[in-house]
């Protein structure tokens, strides 16, 4: 007895050995995209000393490093989804009205779960989710779940519940008072907006999300539904809490009433005209312009092949992020994933090459671009000190964008999530 108390004694006031650390990983791929040089380089390396990227360059320090061979790849940062909804699947597989109202917030959020695991397989470290639809404050708890690696997914940045004008959004098309659940949080009046940004702070949002317009009615074109007093004081109550505000608008009015309002970000913009996209670029907007949405919309209820000509739909969103650009208006890499396949991020990008962007400023919105928009100073390039947040794949997508589809290793601060 005298003996087991001394041992209990002596575990009890020993203290416990310090964590070892963790040992250095060298990368060596053929070439490595930095983010920001269109060009990549051949033959450098990378090596990761914990979290962080301690050494890039044709000769990096190897000694006492794991050495990881990458031959033939191209080492890029790990990709920023700017556009996501996690608690969203493809509308071919299940229309949004009945996700919203039909399938059970605990099938929703295991299927987020997968979403963002898939995610992350992707090469996509990072992903900004721009509402849950009608699922609550889960994205919350998914972030959190994440964080505490629980689950395995990008870095989220989530919006909760997207601000609508009351009776603008849905689901729509029920007897007349019978109280219908939304996919987004109502508001009328100044005062309701802010109360709205407010709560969702609260809940743990780390950015906030406004229509400007939407179709009041079905079969109705898109009109400006929040005025510009409620979209000001929103967007105000925001930057006051430190978030950053992205905004849903296609049409003309609705864009230009978010860029008097100072969002930071419009999402789709099909609408946006030569005033508009010059005054985003003047104050610094930038736009996201969905491409494969609406490719995929043009697919489920167009029956479109994927064949040229593309149908209006689809020609209308080229042609606005062909003005966007040729304006100078800061791109966006964000898909509106969900209303595609999680996983299949990379449809965004090569919509956009295809609609005229070069693939090596692709690859620079979906890294570096979207952590500038985003204010992510600690990722998006391959840069000593920025976090260990890297992908290899196959291929030079700086050429042709359709290399992302083949990540062969996926690695997130320093710990490797897909190996080669």
């Not at 409620?230 to 930057?239: I, K, N, Q, T």
Request: aromatic residues 6%; charged residues 20%.
């Amino acid at each position: 007895m005298r003996r087991l108390v001394l041992l209990l004694l002596t575990l009890l006031f020993t203290p416990p050995l310090a964590a070892q650390p963790r040992q250095a990983i060298v990368l060596k791929p053929a070439r490595v995209f930095d983010g920001v040089d269109p060009r990549p380089h051949e033959g450098w390396s990378v090596r990761i000393d914990g979290d962080r990227i301690a050494a890039v360059g044709p000769t990096v320090d190897d000694r006492d490093a794991q050495i990881v061979q990458l031959p033939g790849a191209t080492l890029i940062p790990g990709m920023i989804e700017g556009h996501s909804h996690l608690f969203l699947h493809p509308y071919n597989e299940t229309l949004w009205d009945d996700q919203v109202l039909h399938e059970p917030l605990a099938l929703r959020t295991a299927r987020a779960v997968v979403h963002a695991e898939r995610t992350l397989d992707a090469g996509f470290t990072t992903e900004r989710d721009l509402g849950t639809e009608g699922a609550g404050f889960a994205d919350v708890g998914l972030k959190q779940a994440i964080d505490q690696g629980i689950v395995p997914g990008p870095r989220l940045l989530v919006s909760t519940r997207a601000i609508v004008a009351r009776g603008a959004y849905g689901p729509k098309g029920y007897e007349p008072g019978v109280p219908v659940p939304q996919g987004a949080q109502e508001v009328a009046g100044a005062d309701e907006t802010i109360r709205a940004v407010r709560d969702q702070v609260a809940a743990g949002a780390t950015n906030i999300k406004f229509y400007a317009d939407y179709h009041w009615g079905k079969g109705e074109p898109s009109r400006p539904t929040l005025s510009q007093a409620e979209l000001d004081a929103g967007v105000a109550a925001a930057h006051d809490a430190g978030r950053l505000v992205a905004v849903h608008a296609t049409t003309a009015e609705g864009m230009m009433r978010a860029v008097r309002a100072g969002a930071d970000t419009i999402e789709h913009g099909y609408g946006g005209t030569a005033e508009v996209f010059r005054m985003m670029h003047d104050r610094g907007i930038a736009l996201c312009p969905t491409i494969a949405a609406s490719e995929a919309y043009a697919r489920y209820f167009q029956g479109w092949n994927g064949e040229e000509p593309a149908p209006e739909s689809v020609q209308q969103n080229r042609r606005s992020f062909q003005l966007a650009m040729r304006a100078g208006v800061p791109i966006c890499m964000g898909g509106d994933v969900g209303v595609f396949t999680h996983g299949k991020n990379w449809l965004e990008m090569e919509a956009m090459q295809h609609a005229g962007m070069s693939a090596a400023q692709v690859m620079i919105s979906a890294t570096s671009r979207n952590a500038r928009i985003l204010h992510l100073s600690d990722r998006g390039e391959v840069k000593p000190g920025l976090l260990a947040d890297l992908v290899a794949v196959d291929g030079d997508p700086t050429r042709d964008v359709s290399a992302v589809e083949h990540v062969r290793f996926v690695m997130k601060a320093g710990q490797v999530v897909r190996a080669p």
